[in-house]
DNA sequence: CCTGCCGGGCC
DNA sequence: GGCCCGGCAGG
């Protein structure tokens, strides 16, 4: 969990760096743990230029005294604001966005790596406060973390198809997916975090607002991406991982056949198939999906994953699958990662047909 | 030849 | 049971 920032080759081997500049957002709005190294980090060097802004923020009152920062150019548009938005997204439940209500009024004395690591990431003090740590790899999204801003307010999207509720509390929000799309209680307190699933961040510039930007409707197209694609029942996503506003869906059907996309977003659906063949593998908390909103073409042959295991009769071998095996998937240099049986010579248990 | 994996052996 | 591997079959 301990992330060392200044450590930046803590690099998952899957791990796939982008070279996206930040205002062009590629599809990886999802985290996913990676085994044994579940530090989806990003580019090397943006992290460690993070790594080095972190350092000077350590050192440096002018951020927390919001005050005294300079004013943004008025050309910082829907665009950069949406960067960080989709910063804050793609690291699950992090903002740059402190609105008014979390700024220290006073400086705070100087803070370690940790500290103003921290003091960032508990910027939105919302109940989906979780899984922060893993998280940290947000900020290497945006090469230039940015001062914040008094004018910005952070508010939440209903990602729901055809839906375009935007409210200014994630519990607002969640509530809302709670009883108007996923049907339940809103007296109820139970929440597994779907909701989460269902919205994302969005910053709002309220002096944009106040000069009449109409544009921060939901159906504008200068800041509505595609319809998100949520995750079918088959295709788990841990749960914490958020659609943005700006995620196109590309990345969904690469599953794990294809080499990642320039993104973080490695597919490791593995993981719900796994079940207990592999203890040593990270396990991701497979979730049961509500089927999905809008149409999702990831899942593919992967489907047949979960019907009943073709029993080859005796004396009759199994008729070869074409779904790639770990073998295929992982290569020799990466055996440590196939599953079990296929380490074995046996039938492969993760992807099996 | 590459790949998947059965069958069988070893511990 | 875990683990390994020879060898076969399909592509």
């Known amino acids: 969990m301990d992330l060392d920032i200044r450590n930046p ?4 081997e899957l791990g796939q760096g982008h070279d996206t500049p930040p205002t062009e957002r590629q599809p990886h709005s999802c985290h996913i743990p990676v085994p044994r190294n579940r530090k989806p980090s990003g ?3 943006k992290e460690v230029m993070a790594a080095t802004v972190l350092t000077s923020l350590s050192t440096s009152p002018m951020v927390l ?3 005294s920062a300079p004013t943004e150019p008025a ?3 829907w665009k950069e604001v949406l960067s960080a938005s989709y910063s804050s997204s793609t690291s699950g439940n992090w903002s740059w966005d402190n609105s008014d209500q979390s700024v220290p009024s006073t400086p705070s004395p100087p803070l370690s790596n940790e500290n103003s690591k921290n003091f960032l990431l508990s910027s939105n003090s ?3 406060s979780e899984d922060i740590h893993e998280s940290t790899h947000f900020m290497f999204d945006d090469p230039i973390p940015r001062k914040r801003k008094n004018s910005m307010k952070v508010m939440f999207k209903c990602l729901w198809k055809n839906c ?3 409210l200014s509390t994630s519990s607002g929000i969640q509530r809302h997916i709670r009883t108007v799309h996923l049907g339940r209680n809103s007296d109820s307190d139970y929440s597994d975090g779907e909701e989460d699933f269902y919205y994302s961040e969005i910053e709002v510039n309220m002096d944009s607002l106040t000069e009449g930007l109409s544009s921060l409707t939901p159906t504008s197209p200068t800041t509505v991406a595609p319809p998100p694609v949520f995750p079918s029942p088959l295709f788990d996503v841990p749960h914490s991982a958020h659609i943005n506003v700006n995620g196109s869906q590309s990345h969904a059907p690469t599953l794990l056949s294809q080499s990642a996309p320039s993104t973080l977003c490695h597919i490791r659906t593995d993981h719900a198939y796994q079940g207990p063949v592999n203890p040593v593998r990270t396990v991701t908390t497979v ?8 149409t999702h073409a990831a899942v ?4 047949a994953l979960v019907t009943p295991a073709t029993k080859a009769t005796p004396g009759t071998r199994k008729p070869r699958g074409d779904a790639k095996k770990c073998r295929k998937v992982y290569g020799m240099e990466k055996k440590d990662m196939w599953c079990t049986a296929c380490r074995w010579k046996k039938a492969c248990q993760r992807f099996t047909d």
């Open 287 to 294: 979730e049961r999906r509500l089927p999905a909103p809008s």
């Open 75 to 77: 050309a910082r548009g």
């Open 65 to 67: 005294q919001p005050s």
């Open 164 to 166: 375009e509720k935007v």
């Open 9 to 12: 080759r803590n690099q998952p």
């Open 126 to 128: 919302d109940d989906i």
């Open 43 to 45: 580019h090397a060097d």
């Open 300 to 303: 593919t042959k992967t489907h």
